[in-house]
């Protein structure tokens, strides 16, 4: 993840977002562990699964 973060914000992304499901403890944790922020307000996806929209800001 750390060399996606690299070769992202040297194509000149700024910014990360990514959805995981409400139910997804182990992605929860690894997003909130690469310092992915979420409001965990949970929004509807495609598929009507609850999903939380997680961000993170590329140095």
């Known amino acids: 993840m750390q060399l996606l973060f690299g070769r992202a914000s040297g194509l000149g992304y700024r910014i990360l977002v990514d959805q995981v499901r409400e ?32 961000i993170k800001v590329l140095d």
Do not use: P, W
Request: net charge positive; no cysteine.
């Open 23 to 54: 139910d997804n403890a182990a992605s929860i944790g690894l997003h909130e562990k690469l310092g992915f922020e979420s409001d965990r307000y949970a929004y509807k996806n495609k598929k009507d699964r609850n999903v939380f929209i997680y």
